[in-house]
Structures are given as structure tokens and as C-alpha cells.
């Protein structure tokens, strides 16, 4: 396979994310509007160019009241950073259709270089003739080093929210004409 554009296709995808909760449980969430800019060879990763768009505000961890204070000044701030970004700058095979991929993201202002682990899944044609592959990455953050650092102290000891923010991306992209 050649480099080619890619378009993702967010109804066969998805950006999630794990974080504690009174560290004794998990809240899950999910972003429901995002976008990327990848010109890659599927099969070979290593050479692709990857910038990864996420509006904040379209956050869903099933509370309305949860997610309404998440794009508060309390945490994302939509109305000043209403996006997270992530730009690869490096990525490296570390095993079949496995990669390590390195970028910088940015969240509030504050960009670091955070690294996911990408599996590319196979790709392959729609029964419409349509090119299409598939990517899964995993990784995390920590929440604070974004300046995200508002919690509260349990009467029992701890925090009220973790620092490690897990991320879960899957990705189904169309090649371009």
C-alpha cells in the first residue's frame, strides 16, 4: 500500500477515556465530535503524518451535571480551549502492526509529549468499493500536568478524582480519492 490521505469515519469510531473516581471505582467518558488530518500507509506507520482534533465540549460521561461542570473553568475551560490536539512526531515500529506513536497534545494551553500505543487492524473494502482501515491506541495522561488539577479529599483518605487519565482510541478511516 501506498501513503495516501485517510478520512475518518466517526460513526465506526470513537475517543474514550477512564479515569477514578473516590478511588475505589472508574467513571468512563466519551468524546463524541472529533477529527484527524492522516496521510499514512496503513501497513506501515512509520513514516505517516497524524494531527488529531478533539472538541471538548461535545464530552458525554452520561451526567449532564458531570460534563457541564468538565467544561467549566473547574477543569476545560471550552470557552477559552475548546480543543485538545495531538501531533505525532515520532512513531516507531515495536512489533507486527504495532507502533509507538510519540506527539505532542495539547490541553488548555499546555503542550507536553505524550505517547500512545497504536495497533493498526487491517484494512480492507466496504461493500460500496471504499478503502478502509481500521487503528487502535491506548495510552494516558496525567491530568495534572495540563493544569487540571481541581479535587477534593476524602473524609477516608485520597482524592476525590484520579491523576492518570486512561485514553482508549478506535479508529475506522477511509482512504481518500
Do not use: C
Not at 465540549?57 to 490536539?85: C, K, M, V, W
Not at 512489533?95 to 510519540?102: M, S
Not at 488548555?108 to 482501515?133: F, H
Amino acid at each position: 500500500m501506498s501513503v495516501s490521505k485517510w478520512v475518518v469515519d466517526a460513526s465506526h469510531s470513537s475517543v474514550d477515556f477512564t479515569i477514578r473516581h473516590m478511588m475505589i471505582a472508574k467513571v468512563k467518558g466519551t468524546f463524541h465530535n472529533f477529527s484527524a488530518e492522516i496521510e499514512a500507509n496503513p501497513e506501515d506507520l512509520t513514516t505517516a503524518s497524524i494531527a488529531f482534533s478533539v472538541e471538548l465540549s461535545s464530552i458525554d460521561t452520561r451526567n449532564a451535571d458531570r460534563d457541564n461542570h468538565l467544561r467549566t473553568g473547574d477543569f476545560f475551560n471550552i470557552e477559552q480551549y475548546p480543543t485538545l490536539t495531538f501531533n505525532a512526531t515520532k512513531i516507531v515500529r515495536t512489533g507486527d502492526g504495532e507502533y509507538d506513536v510519540t506527539g505532542d497534545l495539547t490541553l488548555l494551553g499546555l503542550t507536553r509529549s505524550e505517547t500512545l500505543e497504536v495497533t493498526y487492524e487491517g484494512s480492507g473494502k466496504d461493500p460500496w468499493g471504499n478503502e478502509k482501515a481500521g487503528f487502535s491506541a491506548k495510552g494516558a495522561i496525567k491530568r495534572s500536568d495540563y493544569g487540571l488539577t481541581y479535587n477534593a479529599a476524602l473524609e477516608t483518605g485520597g482524592v476525590l478524582i484520579g491523576d492518570e487519565v486512561k485514553i482508549s482510541i478506535e479508529i475506522e478511516a477511509g482512504k481518500q480519492a
